[in-house]
């Protein structure tokens, strides 16, 4: 017998609800305001770490779908409030409908009581944001499915502006204690029933990743001197090296960030360090970083963006919400 809601791509608008992503690393420090697993961000004012866990096999918390990895937030009794939200691109998004939000979570020890929200932010230049509150939940030590059903206000007579959004704040977290919070499988659908988890594209790891990849990417990680990129010595100390996005981004990227990389001449030469990055020019699917070096670069000659002797290193572009 067929399920109905299961393998559907599209079905869930949550990308990545199942964490098998982590573009940026797989365990940070907890800060306000950060990307985490991808599409996934901290909002808070307490200290603690995220970090990715992997379930043993058999054992992750639905029967038919074996999920490989799930988040883990281990706060510090510390500060007021933890958020985990994803913002999903354009507040039109479940305008006017009835949605079913769904997740499974656990704590390490204790109850946590989660407060989840709904906001409908219409961008810059837009109408006031709007939050819709649905019913919380009380989160215990066993792996749980809660599911909740709201409906979702009409944008009638609302102003949309630039880079409006719907943002599920899934993970609502109000006290001063400490608490380790297991989360894994966040999806959000039409409807007022919770249908059988299914990632946004449908199954595809591949194409999961280019949906993340529309926000975030960062190239580096496989070999100690990878190629990052190519292109040209502006001067002695600036080279331009292009940089070809995967898949067509959100907007051209806003921020650019490396670490640990190196302009290389040919593979007979010694690499020299790259000391900062900032953009020359930038769109959707191709970006020109102006790669600072102390010196040593020979002005018109082309260089090699690469790996400085290192697999953590990596160059990133960032068109987040």
């Known amino acids: 017998v067929w399920n109905i809601g299961f393998g559907q791509a599209g079905k869930n608008k949550i990308i990545n609800g199942d964490f098998g992503i982590w573009q940026r690393g797989t365990s940070f420090t907890l800060t306000n305001e950060t990307y985490t697993s991808d599409r996934f961000k901290t909002q808070t004012d307490k200290t603690g770490t995220i970090s990715r866990q992997t379930f043993t096999a058999g054992t992750a918390p639905v029967a038919g779908y074996e ?43 204790g ?12 961008g810059s230049g837009g109408s006031a944001s709007v939050t819709t509150t649905p019913t919380g939940q009380t989160i215990t030590t066993n792996w749980q499915r809660f599911s909740v059903s709201v409906a979702i206000p009409s944008i009638t007579g609302k102003t949309i502006g630039t880079s409006s959004s719907l943002e599920i704040r899934v993970l609502r977290f109000v006290s001063a204690a400490a608490a380790t919070i297991d989360i894994w499988g966040v999806q959000l659908e039409y409807g007022s ?17 280019a949906m993340c990849q529309r926000y975030y990417y960062r190239i580096g990680g496989s070999y100690v001197y990878e190629i990052l ?23 051209a990227p806003s921020s650019i960030d490396f670490s640990n990389i190196a302009l290389l001449r040919d593979f007979g030469s010694s690499p020299i360090a790259i000391t900062s990055v900032a953009f020359s020019g930038a769109g959707k699917n191709t970006a020109i970083s102006g790669c600072t070096v102390a010196s040593g670069l020979t002005a018109g000659q082309n260089y090699y963006t690469v790996a400085n002797n290192s697999t953590s290193a990596y160059l990133a572009v960032s068109a987040e919400l």
């Open 111 to 122: 109850t946590v009581s989660n407060a989840p929200e709904i906001i409908q932010n219409f």
């Open 229 to 251: 990129g190519v292109g040209n010595a502006r001067s002695t100390t600036v080279g331009d090296v292009v940089l070809n996005m995967p898949v067509s981004m959100r907007t």
């Open 193 to 209: 029933k919770a249908t059988p988890f299914q990632t946004a594209s449908g199954g595809s790891p591949q194409a999961e990743l």
């Open 67 to 109: 999920g490989q990895f799930y988040l883990r937030s281990a706060l510090n009794a510390v500060g007021s409030y933890y958020i985990l939200n994803q913002p999903i691109e354009d507040v039109r998004t479940f305008a006017g409908n009835t949605i079913t939000l769904s997740f499974w979570a656990k704590v390490s020890s």
